[in-house]
């Protein structure tokens, strides 16, 4: 890994796309990461067939969305959470086949609704105006108003849709899983998965990155985009039989290689014949037993088990675990994972984010050229053409806070993925939820399956 060299962004199959990691068939994005077949969408995580999506965090086939989390199939949605199929909405929550509605929770198939009231629409257009949904100053104050109402709100214990014998949270279409969490569908026999696209069978302790119509793979960070008996990788795709290795693209039989397209039968990025292949396999994997590796730690990882932590090119910090698992810098350490602070450029700042315009309407080109001071982190950021056409378009303010601040705030409405019992609001019924107690800021009215349905339906 130290000697290869190694290429600086994971982008397959774009077109005039910058910034973008773990992705394939982007068009015309910015700074999207693990995402597949988006377009024009700019500061997204975990999205999949979205297009003029900008800030949001596990979407499916939105279309002119802004600052949604585990939203699908809606347009013009924004500032919403667990909501689809709905159109020209603020602050929606769990909702379905909605239009016209701000600061709902729980509807389904409603029109022009503000905090569950109907509304005529001359009565909800004033409405509307009256929140001035077109400032920052009227952003946060409706988003605080927001929270109260999640909380109020009632949530099914898990998110799970036409499952059979599925144990996780944010999962469709699949059967025979446990512990699997945020998976689009099919899947089938998988435990320990999570962040997945399409298609996954026979497979344990994969992802994030899993699923991708593949089969048959184990302890893997990105082994799922059409893979087949792939094993202990990180970002392999469109390959079988891939053991140990980091970085390969459509390759056969490859035990221990780094940044490597379509080979075969290689070891530790070295060309071996079939027979030699074969015949040199089964010794590596004894020898990896008999003589283990041994990190700082005193932890020993024989044949089977993942890579060793100390050696991530990566620092704990820098990657997607801190999303997950967030922990300190001294616990980082003590565990024997690497800690690496944020040294940005030198840059001059020009505003502070704090004394940017209240509306969009207020704002000319140049702000484009202006550098812009993290009202929360004081790190410097900057507005681009796409996104001030985008906030152009449907009338939003700029944003005052770094596009890192504004993705740790929508993780903030995810739940962690840990499976907690949890009695059910209405009545004795012991459930298995991924939402924290309420003492620990979770909601209170969190419903199994039959009460939520007898509630909402």
């Given at each position: 890994?130290e000697?290869?060299?190694?290429?600086?962004?994971?982008?397959?199959?774009?077109i005039?796309?910058r910034?973008?990691?773990?992705s394939v068939?982007l068009?015309?994005?910015y700074l999207v990461?693990a995402?597949?077949?988006?377009?024009?969408?700019?500061y997204?995580?975990?999205v999949?067939?979205?297009k003029?999506?900008h800030?949001?965090?596990?979407?499916?086939?939105?279309e002119?969305?802004?600052?949604?989390?585990?939203?699908?199939?809606?347009?013009?949605l924004?500032?919403s959470?667990?909501?689809?199929t709905c159109l020209?909405?603020?602050?929606?929550?769990?909702?379905?086949?909605?239009s016209n509605?701000?600061?709902?929770?729980?509807l389904?198939n409603?029109?022009c609704?503000i905090?569950n009231?109907?509304?005529?629409k001359?009565e909800y257009?004033?409405?509307?105006?009256?929140?001035a949904?077109?400032?920052?100053?009227g952003?946060?104050?409706v988003?605080?108003r927001?929270?109260?109402?999640w909380?109020d709100?009632?949530?099914r214990?898990?998110?799970l849709?036409?499952t059979?014998?599925?144990?996780?949270?944010h999962?469709?279409?699949?059967?025979?899983?446990?512990?699997?969490f945020?998976?689009k569908g099919?899947?089938e026999?998988v435990?320990?998965?999570?962040?997945?696209?399409?298609?996954?069978?026979?497979?344990?302790d994969?992802?994030?990155?899993?699923?991708?119509?593949s089969?048959?793979?184990?302890?893997g960070?990105?082994i799922?985009?059409?893979?087949n008996r792939?094993?202990?990788?990180?970002m392999?795709w469109?390959s079988?039989d891939?053991?140990y290795?980091f970085m390969?693209?459509?390759?056969?039989n490859?035990?221990?290689?780094t940044e490597?397209?379509?080979?075969?039968?290689?070891?530790?990025?070295k060309?071996?014949?079939?027979?030699e292949?074969?015949k040199l396999?089964p010794?590596?994997?004894?020898?990896?037993?008999?003589?283990?590796?041994v990190?700082?730690?005193?932890r020993?990882y024989?044949y089977g088990?993942?890579?060793p932590?100390?050696?991530?090119?990566?620092?704990y910090?820098?990657?997607v675990?801190?999303?997950?698992?967030?922990i300190?810098?001294?616990i980082?350490e003590?565990e024997?994972?690497?800690?690496r602070e944020y040294?940005?450029?030198?840059?001059?700042?020009?505003i502070?984010?704090k004394?940017l315009?209240?509306t969009?309407?207020?704002?000319?080109d140049?702000i484009?050229?202006?550098?812009?001071?993290c009202e929360?982190t004081?790190?410097?950021?900057?507005?681009i053409?796409?996104?001030?056409?985008?906030?152009r378009?449907?009338?939003l303010?700029?944003?005052?806070?770094?596009p890192?601040?504004?993705?740790?705030r929508?993780?903030k409405?995810?739940?962690p993925m840990r499976?907690?019992?949890?009695?059910?609001?209405f009545?004795?019924?012991?459930?298995?939820t991924?939402y924290?107690p309420?003492?620990?800021?979770?909601?209170?009215?969190v419903?199994?399956?039959e009460?939520?349905?007898?509630?909402?339906?």
């Amino acid at each position: 890994m130290e000697e290869v060299p190694h290429i600086a962004l994971s982008d397959s199959k774009s077109i005039n796309s910058r910034f973008c990691n773990v992705s394939v068939e982007l068009k015309n994005c910015y700074l999207v990461t693990a995402a597949w077949t988006c377009e024009d969408s700019i500061y997204c995580n975990r999205v999949s067939g979205c297009k003029f999506t900008h800030d949001s965090y596990i979407c499916y086939d939105t279309e002119f969305g802004y600052e949604n989390v585990y939203c699908r199939d809606s347009s013009k949605l924004f500032f919403s959470l667990e909501s689809e199929t709905c159109l020209d909405s603020y602050f929606l929550y769990d909702c379905r086949n909605c239009s016209n509605c701000i600061l709902c929770t729980n509807l389904r198939n409603k029109n022009c609704c503000i905090e569950n009231k109907q509304y005529t629409k001359e009565e909800y257009l004033k409405k509307k105006d009256e929140l001035a949904l077109n400032t920052r100053d009227g952003i946060e104050k409706v988003r605080e108003r927001f929270k109260e109402l999640w909380k109020d709100a009632y949530h099914r214990h898990l998110k799970l849709i036409n499952t059979t014998n599925v144990i996780g949270d944010h999962v469709e279409n699949s059967r025979n899983c446990y512990d699997i969490f945020d998976i689009k569908g099919e899947y089938e026999n998988v435990k320990y998965a999570n962040w997945g696209t399409s298609g996954l069978r026979d497979s344990y302790d994969v992802g994030p990155g899993a699923g991708g119509y593949s089969e048959l793979t184990y302890e893997g960070t990105s082994i799922g985009v059409h893979n087949n008996r792939c094993f202990l990788g990180v970002m392999v795709w469109y390959s079988r039989d891939v053991f140990y290795s980091f970085m390969m693209n459509n390759c056969e039989n490859c035990f221990g290689c780094t940044e490597m397209n379509g080979k075969k039968y290689c070891i530790l990025n070295k060309q071996y014949t079939k027979e030699e292949y074969e015949k040199l396999i089964p010794k590596i994997k004894q020898h990896m037993m008999n003589m283990p590796y041994v990190d700082k730690k005193g932890r020993i990882y024989k044949y089977g088990e993942f890579f060793p932590s100390e050696l991530s090119p990566f620092a704990y910090n820098e990657t997607v675990a801190q999303d997950y698992f967030p922990i300190d810098q001294k616990i980082t350490e003590s565990e024997g994972f690497l800690w690496r602070e944020y040294t940005s450029g030198t840059y001059k700042i020009t505003i502070k984010g704090k004394d940017l315009p209240q509306t969009i309407s207020e704002v000319d080109d140049s702000i484009l050229d202006e550098v812009i001071e993290c009202e929360i982190t004081g790190r410097p950021f900057k507005i681009i053409e796409q996104e001030l056409s985008f906030y152009r378009r449907f009338d939003l303010p700029l944003p005052s806070i770094h596009p890192d601040e504004r993705h740790n705030r929508r993780l903030k409405f995810r739940n962690p993925m840990r499976l907690n019992k949890r009695m059910c609001f209405f009545g004795d019924k012991e459930t298995i939820t991924t939402y924290l107690p309420e003492l620990e800021g979770g909601p209170k009215k969190v419903l199994c399956s039959e009460c939520y349905k007898k509630e909402i339906y």
